[in-house]
């Protein structure tokens, strides 16, 4: 059981608000971290994380709450911070590591410019996400073997979650979304979610009441009219009118019946068969002429 004990307890939190709001967040966060490492089986003792920070609302939230679980012994771990600059201009490359410095979190910042390759590959009016996603990720791979490191760490929450899913059914027609635990291509590294039951609006919160050095996107960001974007607004929209309804859907994502959808690898629809009745036990029913 978490104590309630919410004081400093690390330089992460140095300077967290002493309101009973803050910390009701801030403990449901930790619960809710926790609750998906169990549920997924992502701890194996003894073994290394690497950390991925974006400069992120998202990142920072999860570097602070795997901080706070490793300090009450339930995160048996050890943490890298990583940072991978991709060279997008503008981008101001001190402020993380100063910030992770200052914090005394162990970290590595790597710098490759996968942005110009983007630039370079993609065509005009499409988007960016998919490749710089895939350069990202295999960077964060060779990074990881490097350091020695068992599993890349993810900063993805419940909502990333469901708009991915919304995606995957409106454009690529099929149900699909981010797992909270797989294993990648080459075998040989987990990939983690641990925020994947964290609520985006709970990461905002947190992160506003921390005040830590945002950084945003502005590679993706600056183009109009993304998918996620797009899903996000109906999402939005859906919570307005029916509050709570992204945390149904959500659930309804670990509650599948197979046999009640249309994909025959799932389920034997041609192998179902019916039992036969004793005559017996329905003599009362007259029988069909």
């Known amino acids: 059981m978490l104590d309630d004990d919410l004081d400093d307890i690390h330089a992460l939190f140095q300077g ?17 971290v926790r609750e998906a490492i169990e549920q997924y089986g992502m701890i194996e003792r003894d073994t290394r994380w690497l950390v991925c920070l974006s ?3 998202d990142s920072y939230t999860m570097l602070a709450i795997l901080y706070e679980l ?3 012994g339930l995160l048996p771990v050890d943490l890298l911070a990583c940072n991978l600059d991709q060279g997008q201009p503008g981008f101001p ?3 993380l590591p100063k910030f992770l410095e200052d914090m005394g979190v162990p970290h590595r910042i790597e710098y490759q410019d996968t942005y110009s390759i983007v630039k370079e590959k993609v065509p005009a009016g499409r988007t960016y996400c ?21 599993a890349v760490v993810l900063g993805h929450h419940r909502d990333d979650i469901l708009e991915t899913f919304f995606m995957n059914m409106f454009h690529g027609s099929r149900l699909a979304t981010m797992p909270p635990k797989l294993v990648n291509e080459e075998g040989d590294l987990f990939v983690y979610r641990p925020m994947a039951h964290v609520a ?12 830590y050095p945002i950084i945003p996107c502005d590679l993706c960001g600056s183009q109009d009219g993304l998918q996620r974007q797009q899903v996000k607004m109906i999402l939005d929209q859906w919570e307005k009118n029916a509050p709570g309804r992204r945390q149904k859907m959500f659930k309804a994502l670990t509650n599948t019946r197979p046999s009640h959808l249309l994909d025959t690898d799932l389920f034997d629809f041609k192998g179902l068969t019916i039992s036969e009745r004793n005559d017996s036990d329905c003599s009362d ?3 069909l002429r």
């Open 16 to 32: 967290s608000p002493k309101t009973t709001e803050f910390k009701k967040l801030r403990k449901r966060i930790v619960q809710n």
């Open 200 to 211: 985006e609006i709970d990461c905002e919160k947190f992160a506003k009441s921390m005040n």
């Open 130 to 150: 998919a490749l710089c996603s895939r350069l990202r990720r295999g960077n964060l791979y060779r990074i990881a073997r490097e350091e020695g490191c068992s």
């Open 55 to 57: 400069g992120g609302k």
């Open 70 to 72: 490793k300090w009450r």
């Open 285 to 287: 029913i007259p029988k």
């Open 93 to 95: 490359s001190t402020v």
